[in-house]
């Protein structure tokens, strides 16, 4: 057990959890998607929708073709700002393709961001897995949440296909 005097932030232990539990990339889907505007741009944002991250590939959805082709040309500057967001390579390639999303979330003025999935009842293995590896966190309510969202993130089903087209 590490001495009292050494303290670590609650980010250094959740990044640490989510990485023991293999959510790193969930993490960063949910946090990309909340950023987006302010990665891209309002401009691109107003047309573009981080879609998924699949083996190191950033998926987007894009309004349509005319946007795609634009962006074709931006992938590395996206590339790059997408990565350095993360702080790390945690992307390596982006796949833009033409598709539709919500027009209740075209407008990212406001801070709008792209809808996480519902949550799914976890089962008792995994929350019996989560309390394990939150055993050190002494407030009983911060344990409890990062708890069940853990063992929120660990039940959700893998995406469904897309049936948008893909881009040549």
Do not use: C
Not at 88 to 107: K, Y
Not at 137 to 155: F, K, W
Request: aromatic share 4%; no cysteine.
């Amino acid at each position: 057990m590490r001495g009292q005097s050494r303290l670590d932030s609650l980010g250094s232990i959740l990044a640490g959890v989510a990485h023991r539990l293999g959510l790193e990339s969930k993490l960063f889907e949910a946090r990309l998607r909340r950023q987006w505007p302010d990665i891209v741009g309002e401009p691109i944002a107003a047309h573009t929708r981080p879609d998924q991250i699949r083996f190191k590939k950033l998926y987007v959805l894009v309004h349509n073709s005319v946007w795609l082709q634009q962006l074709t040309f931006l992938k590395p500057v996206l590339l790059e700002k997408v990565n350095g967001m993360a702080g790390q390579p945690l992307v390596t390639e982006i796949v833009l393709r033409v598709g539709e999303f919500p027009a209740d979330h075209s407008s990212t003025a406001a801070g709008a961001a792209f809808p996480d999935p519902p949550a799914v009842q976890p089962s008792l293995q995994l929350l019996q897995e989560a309390t394990l590896h939150t055993q050190g966190i002494q407030d009983p309510a911060l344990r409890e949440h990062l708890i069940t969202l853990m063992a929120q993130a660990l039940s959700q089903p893998a995406p469904p296909p897309r049936s948008s087209r893909q881009s040549p």
